[in-house]
């Protein structure tokens, strides 16, 4: 289950998606919305993506983490649009026999999807807003100089 | 389709030389500063992202701030600066992602 969406998300179908019944373990990751940012006060923060290509992403990341790590199954559901603080914009769940590989490639996917997947926040504040520029996608044979 | 604003750059007057139109999909920072979510954008035959990149600085100057530090997808695919665009690609403009709930 890879998806992108304006709905709130639900950590149960994610779950159910994922779970074998060889699966002694499942690690669920809940990305939320703060109140501060670099000691600024964030009063909400609005998503953009590329849904199409983001789900792509998705599963070439869950194809890295079944490549390295010895899991059932993973899944990823990202909110888009406006988030208020506290609300959840990301869960990765992650299923495996034991639960070392599942916390282990949990955490490495929420990492990649931080750095492949094309989805965007901007940080609205009292006073102003901006887009968060993150990583830099790798890119094949990379010379993008201006 | 009549929110397109088409730009006919690189081409000579007469129209002659062979041409690719391209669908460039913008997001985030780029799609504000742009006020729109795509563009077509009309290039010489053979013309690469890089050339596109440039395209879009001049036609829309208020990106040329962003766009040192974009990437570009094709056909949902990142490709590096010198891919060659083809008629009918639909190109991303990929500024630094940011997903999750903090950097």
């Known amino acids: 289950m890879f998806e992108v969406t304006r709905d709130p998300l639900d950590p149960a179908p994610l ?35 590329y849904p199409e ?9 869950a194809d890295e983490v079944r490549a390295k790590f010895a899991i059932s199954d993973m899944g990823v559901l990202h909110r888009i649009g406006r988030l208020e603080i506290g609300e959840t914009s990301l869960l990765v769940a992650v299923s495996s026999p034991h639960r070392a590989e599942a916390f282990e490639a949990c955490h490495y996917a929420v990492d990649r999807i931080k750095q492949i997947v094309p989805i965007w926040k901007k940080e609205v504040w009292e006073d102003g807003s901006e887009w968060i520029e993150g990583y830099v996608p790798d890119v094949p044979g990379r010379t993008l100089s201006s | 389709m009549s ?4 730009y006919n750059v690189g081409v000579d007057a007469n129209g002659s030389a062979p041409t690719n139109t391209v669908r460039v999909r913008l997001f985030a920072g780029l799609r504000e500063a742009v006020g729109q979510p795509e563009i077509l954008v009309v290039l010489p035959d053979g013309a690469t992202v890089a050339e596109l990149r440039d395209r879009i600085g001049e036609a829309y100057p208020v990106t040329q701030a962003l766009l040192p530090i974009v990437v570009f997808a094709v ?5 590096d600066a010198d891919h060659r ?3 009918g ?11 999750g709930a903090r950097v």
């Open chain 1, 15 to 49: 779950v159910a998606a994922v779970r074998r019944d060889e699966s002694g373990a499942i690690a669920l990751f809940y990305g939320v919305v703060r109140n501060e940012n670099l000691g600024r006060r964030v009063q909400y923060l609005e998503y953009d993506a």
């Open chain 1, 53 to 61: 290509m983001a789900v792509k992403k998705m599963n070439e990341v």
């Open chain 2, 3 to 6: 929110s397109l604003r088409r």
């Open chain 2, 75 to 79: 056909d949902e695919e990142y490709v």
């Open chain 2, 85 to 87: 665009l083809r008629d």
């Open chain 2, 89 to 99: 690609d639909e190109v991303a403009v990929i500024p630094p992602v940011s997903g």
